[in-house]
């Protein structure tokens, strides 16, 4: 099939670990290099947000990258967005309209791409799959007024959720918060994300360490809700371990970053200074070597659409200490392959390390069932098998154009 995927402000060529660059643009590239092996062929459309970008690139992976101008031709943060949406979904409709390459498909990635795609899909008739990624109503819960979020959003999602042929859900707390918004279960398919194994697994170079010294690796980017804070006031109560933290901008950049400040400055103030390493955002090839050089991963977000970064460290053979939140509590089978704890609970947190960290047998099972469950469940292969599926049964209904689903 041809597979438009459009991913407005997450392109899969974009550096991560910076504040809007992050599991999405993973997601995107890893599902579109999987789906061209199943024979596929896709088309990433992403927002031309630096005037230095040609109109396409044609990727190493088999797929192409399309630069849509919507927009200035710089970086706009994705909240500021929304204006420039009608300008995507029509470049895309007239695009399609003029033929040579005419998806049979077009999976939108998070709401504000699904706003475009329905936009262009009504005047073409493509039908439509949406995953959002991530949820208005979630976020809001979590950060209220420092949400900044377009207003209408959550109003916005709710439509869409109609609108589309199809919503991908990745885990059953999205299902739950989906069904409250009044999306039918019966417009759902679960296909939960994968992970790239031939990039992560347990065999192959680890970052320096101090081997007398237990790490604790955190990573994510930077961000109040990924837990950092939380990860260090549990560590006082974690004698002698060393916690890593991977993400934000690049090391040279740092010290600019008001968030990494605030971290430093907690670290400071908890006497944890000497045991707190900010390492700044890593190109993704370098990600394997930091999960391999921990004896524990931790993932303490206070909510977490998905979460990526635990399955990285389980495909590398790294037991992970999770929040119980979204994604993570379906991923990290609690007792099993690591350990789920409340979110924004420092004192479970520092428990559940102290008591992983002294227990090396436990750490081993853990490691072993993760990656067993890894092998079975999360590969990019099954998840492009699946979507396969899903694209063929919404091509079969149909859709002719201008008919206002
Ligand atoms: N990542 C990276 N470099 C970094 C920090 C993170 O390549 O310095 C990658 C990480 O390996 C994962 C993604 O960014 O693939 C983060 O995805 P996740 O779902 O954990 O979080 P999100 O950013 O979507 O909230």
């Known amino acids: 099939m041809r597979v438009a995927m459009i991913s407005e402000h997450a392109s899969p060529l974009a550096v991560l670990g910076e504040e809007d660059a992050g599991g999405q643009n993973t997601h995107v590239a890893e599902l579109a290099a999987a789906l061209v092996v199943e024979g596929h062929e896709v088309r990433v459309y992403t927002r031309r947000d630096s005037a230095a970008l040609p109109e396409s690139v044609s990727t190493a992976d088999g797929y192409q990258v399309w630069h849509v101008p919507a927009g200035p031709a710089r970086r706009v943060p994705k909240d500021a967005l929304l204006p420039y949406l009608g300008e995507f979904g029509t470049w895309l409709a007239d695009t399609w309209r003029r033929g040579g390459w005419t998806p049979d498909v077009a999976h939108a990635h998070f709401w504000m791409s699904g706003l475009a795609t329905v936009h262009a899909s009504r005047r073409t008739g493509v039908p439509t799959v949406l995953t959002y990624h991530a949820l208005g109503t979630v976020k809001q819960r979590h950060q209220g007024s420092r949400d900044t979020s377009p207003p209408g959003r959550i109003g916005y ?33 679960m296909v939960p994300s994968g992970v790239n194994q031939e990039v992560f697994h347990p065999d192959g170079p680890a970052a320096p360490r101090d081997p007398a010294r237990p790490r604790i690796l955190t990573v994510g980017r930077m961000v109040e809700r990924k837990g950092f804070l939380e990860v260090v006031r549990a560590l006082p109560a974690v004698p002698d371990a060393e916690c890593v933290v991977v993400g934000g901008p690049p090391a040279d950049l740092l010290a600019a970053d008001t968030f990494a400040r605030r971290l430093s400055a907690l670290a400071e103030s908890c006497g944890v200074a000497d045991r707190v390493r900010l390492v700044g955002g890593v190109p993704r090839e370098e990600m394997a070597a930091w999960y391999r050089s921990a004896d524990v991963l931790v993932a303490a977000p206070w909510y977490e659409p998905f979460g990526l970064t635990p399955l990285e460290g389980m495909a590398c053979g790294v037991p992970v200490i999770g929040t119980d939140v979204g994604g993570i509590a379906d991923t990290v089978v609690d007792g099993l392959t690591g350990d789920l704890v409340p979110p924004r609970d420092p004192r479970a947190l520092s428990t559940a390390i102290r008591r992983l960290l002294a227990d090396k047998v436990r750490r081993f099972a853990y490691a072993t069932a993760a990656l067993d469950r890894i092998r079975c469940q999360y590969s990019w292969k099954r998840c492009a098998e699946q979507l396969g599926s899903v694209y063929a049964a919404v091509t079969a209904i149909g859709r002719p154009v201008g008919v206002v689903a």
């Open 157 to 189: 999602e709710r439509a869409l959720g109609r609108a589309v042929d199809r919503v991908v859900v990745q885990c059953e707390d999205e299902v739950r918060e989906l069904v409250r918004m009044g999306v039918p279960r019966s417009r759902m398919a």
